[in-house]
């Protein structure tokens, strides 16, 4: 099951790459028609935030499987092996609650605004187009906190877990001194 959800992790994040490289591109193409040849190109200013969004929602997921959500690690290198389980156990279901209500109130929100066909600003793309990321990257990052609930539960180490043998770096600009 980690494999699984590893992979579909990895896949998600890979998307929200490509949509970041897209993302600059549009931003780049939009410098040029606005400056160089006089001709603003509006909607790529929509298009561009909505690729935001889709690198938000798509990348929050392999951010908590690799365990780089924002943590103190230094409290909780500090607990002892036992409390700092409970720490992670404890983390990874507040992101999977918090997962959850994503995913309803997403899911709400494209039900809505297939029911009323709002429409965005670009001719022709629905708004629930762009709202389906919201359920979409919550399903995600569900499916990875379940899982590391899963094997903190059962008594495994799930992949990625900070062992908090971690050494901050001796160099003082590396610790911004």
């Known amino acids: ?68 959500h924002i943590g103190v690690d230094v409290a909780v290198g500090r607990l002892g092996p036992r409390l700092a389980r409970v720490a992670h156990l404890v983390g990874a279901a507040s992101v999977a609650v918090v997962a959850a209500i994503l995913l309803w109130a997403g899911w709400e929100a494209v039900e809505f605004s297939r029911m009323v066909g709002l429409m965005t600003e670009i001719e022709g793309v629905p708004e629930w187009w762009i709202q389906l990321l919201l359920p979409v990257g919550s399903t995600v990052l569900l499916l990875v906190a379940l899982a590391q609930c899963l094997v903190l539960l059962t008594g495994g180490t799930p992949e990625n877990l900070p062992s908090g043998e971690d050494e901050l770096p001796r160099d003082t600009l590396a610790r911004g001194e």
Do not use: N
């Not at 931003?27 to 028609?33: L, P, Q, T």
């Not at 001709?39 to 499987?65: M, N, S, Y």
């Open 1 to 68: 099951m980690q494999r699984a959800v590893a992979l579909l992790s990895r896949f998600a994040c890979g998307l929200a790459s490509v949509s970041t490289v897209v993302c600059l591109l549009l931003i780049g193409a939009s410098v040029v028609a606005r400056y160089v040849f006089h001709t603003p190109q509006p909607w790529i200013d929509k298009v561009a935030g909505w690729l935001v969004v889709a690198l938000v929602l798509l990348a929050a997921p392999e951010a908590q499987r690799r365990f780089e």
